[in-house]
């Protein structure tokens, strides 16, 4: 039996990092040998996270890039933007393999992500980071040594209009999503807007035309149609923890039907282990995807307007970050891609 790969995680104790523990530490191939946090280190992982008890028996440690490096041969950073462009230099030069789950390395172009963040300080990688859908970059995820994953909301709205973009039955330029997440999404630090008498019993829409994942899902949306995309973008914050529902609208180049479309997706994602074609006239729920890497998609034809809408549901935490960066990870060190992600969703 071939050596586990030893494995890292940077920013381990966030919402994106506890789930990232839950995947790694069943995963067949991984071997935990350090996890980081400014907050807790010299904590035990199951002082913090007390599910993790008999599961993970390690310490929060220094957020050391060398020192994990010399231990590891692939980490994750579920560490803020900026942050991740400051450790992956080391650690590539270290000759470990990274998949970073900030934006820091999202995007190929320095101006739009200057544009949208901040001055980058490792420009010189964001040609050989590769993007983290698997349904778009497969190949070039399995010889990469740096992969960007992608935020939650573009996994969510990309692969729900990929095969209408890709195929060229809408105009790109006339895409909207209406978006709405769970809480864990804006992160596990105190805030008084995600506070449960804030969020209890309201919705509210937020960063209305002027969210940062905006551009994300242009860059790949404009790949696909081989022309410029452009995508109204507005998300909204619900009463619930975890999940994703895209509401997703685009304007048809012609007339269609149903079944002409679902056969466009069909074939677009035959072979995707992880995108579930729901069946005309069937609509999905947040619920069914819940704790699973699953994106759950389904459409309708308005013939009379020449609109399709579009519904794509994930878990922000697990598609939208975690369990697709173990996805990425399968890739990357040629194991089977689902390894260590064949979860039954929690649904009720």
């Known amino acids: 039996m071939t050596?586990?790969?030893?494995?890292a995680v940077f920013g381990a104790s966030g919402y994106t990092g506890l789930e990232l523990l839950r995947l790694l530490a069943r995963h067949p191939q991984v071997e935990l040998t350090g996890l980081t946090s400014r907050e807790y280190?010299?904590?035990?992982v199951s002082q913090v996270f007390p599910a993790l008890a008999r599961i993970v028996e390690l310490d929060f440690v220094a957020p050391d890039p060398?020192?994990?490096?010399?231990?590891a041969a692939v980490v994750f950073l579920c560490v803020p933007h900026k942050t991740a462009m400051e450790i992956v230099p080391p650690l590539l030069s270290a000759g470990v393999r990274v998949v970073d789950l900030s934006a820091d390395f999202r995007f190929r172009d320095q101006r739009v992500y200057e544009t949208w963040y901040q001055p980058h300080r490792a420009p010189e990688l964001l040609k050989e980071a590769v993007y983290g859908l698997p349904e778009l970059h497969r190949a070039k995820l399995r010889t990469a040594r740096l992969v960007g994953n992608p935020g939650c909301y573009p996994t969510c709205v990309i692969l729900g209009?990929?095969?209408?973009?890709k195929g060229r039955l809408v105009f790109p330029d006339s895409l909207i999503a209406d978006c709405k997440s769970g809480v864990s999404g804006a992160g596990r630090g105190a805030s008084l807007a995600t506070s449960y008498c804030e969020v209890a019993d309201s919705l509210r829409a937020y960063k209305v035309g002027e969210h940062r994942h905006t551009p994300e899902m242009e860059q790949e949306l404009s790949l696909l149609s081989g022309k410029t995309a452009k995508i109204t973008f507005t998300p909204h914050l619900v009463p619930m923890s975890r999940g994703i529902h895209g509401t997703l609208y685009?304007?048809?180049v012609k007339p269609l039907s149903d079944q002409e479309v679902y056969k466009v997706y069909r074939a677009f994602y035959r072979d995707q282990p992880f995108v579930r074609l729901q069946p005309l006239g069937t609509w999905p729920s947040t619920q069914q995807v819940r704790?699973?890497?699953?994106?759950?998609i389904a459409f309708k034809v308005d013939r009379e307007r020449g609109i399709i809408t579009v519904a794509s549901v994930i878990d922000n935490l697990f598609r939208g970050a975690s369990g697709q960066?173990?996805?990425n990870f399968n890739l990357m060190m040629g194991f089977p891609e689902t390894m260590g992600l064949d979860?039954?969703?929690l649904a009720p």
């Open 3 to 7: 050596a586990r790969v030893k494995v």
């Open 66 to 71: 060398q020192a994990v490096a010399a231990a």
């Open 161 to 165: 209009l990929a095969p209408l973009v």
């Open 343 to 345: 979860l039954v969703p």
């Open 250 to 252: 685009a304007r048809l």
């Open 291 to 296: 704790g699973s890497n699953y994106c759950d």
């Open 325 to 327: 960066a173990v996805q």
């Open 41 to 44: 280190q010299g904590r035990p």
